[in-house]
T-cell receptor
């Protein structure tokens, strides 16, 4: 099993550009989520999904969109990038919305 | 008040020492408690997972949960330089589908 994979590993955007961060898992997990990690602030939940076709907002959803058309994939879209979105983004999955959660390797995003 | 509080450290110990890492929380509905290890520029790696109160041991690592005090701990015995990382606590319960994380404690084990 590859576990949770994320692409790209690194990305530089200009303010106003849009892009999609990809996340996939091969563990047949129902629950998937996106976090951003900033120094001193820990992991903050952006959006999560409890199954295909079902998504919900987390703590910091503004400026981000998600959709979940399959169990395996959960892409995160930045609509119009801003410097405040410079961060490390992690995707995670869990069998249920409880207990063990597994993380991908992260995407380092810089917005200039 | 934050749902989960964790001392950020940094913590620096000599090789072979016993390390104690702790988190407190405010929501009594939390039932699932996790510890993650995160090396620099890597994703968090699940280290220990505990359901409800009690102890769980895995090699040099022991996780303890005291629900009456809303306090969880991770002990590392015979610490090694390879244990140098940031340790994150996390928890959730029957309150919804969100996981709540501490901000992480940075640990350095000096050879």
């Amino acid at each position: 099993n590859a576990g949770v994979t994320q692409t790209p590993k690194f990305q530089v955007l200009k303010t106003g550009q849009s892009m999609t961060l990809q996340c996939a898992q091969d563990m047949n997990h129902e629950y998937m989520s996106w976090y951003r990690q900033d120094p001193g602030m820990g992991l903050r939940l952006i959006h999560y999904s409890v199954g295909a076709g079902i998504t919900d907002q987390g703590e910091v959803p503004n400026g981000y969109n998600v959709s979940r058309s399959t169990t395996e994939d959960f892409p995160l879209r930045l609509l119009s990038a801003a410097p405040s979105q410079t961060s490390v983004y992690f995707c995670a999955s869990s069998r249920w919305g409880r207990g063990e959660q597994y993380f991908g390797p992260g995407t380092r995003l810089t917005v200039t | 008040q934050k749902e989960v509080e964790q001392d950020p450290g940094p913590l620096s110990v000599p090789e072979g020492a016993i390390v104690s890492l702790n988190c407190t929380y405010s929501n009594s509905a939390f039932q699932y408690f996790m510890w993650y290890r995160q090396y620099s520029r890597k994703g968090p790696e699940l280290l220990m997972y505990t359901y409800s109160s009690g102890n769980k041991e895995d090699g040099r690592f022991t996780a303890q949960v005291d629900k009456s005090s809303k306090y969880i701990s991770l002990f590392i015995r015979d610490s090694q330089p390879s244990d140098s990382a940031t340790y994150l606590c996390a928890m959730n319960g029957n309150t919804g589908n969100q996981f709540y994380f501490g901000t992480g404690t940075s640990l350095t084990v000096i050879p």
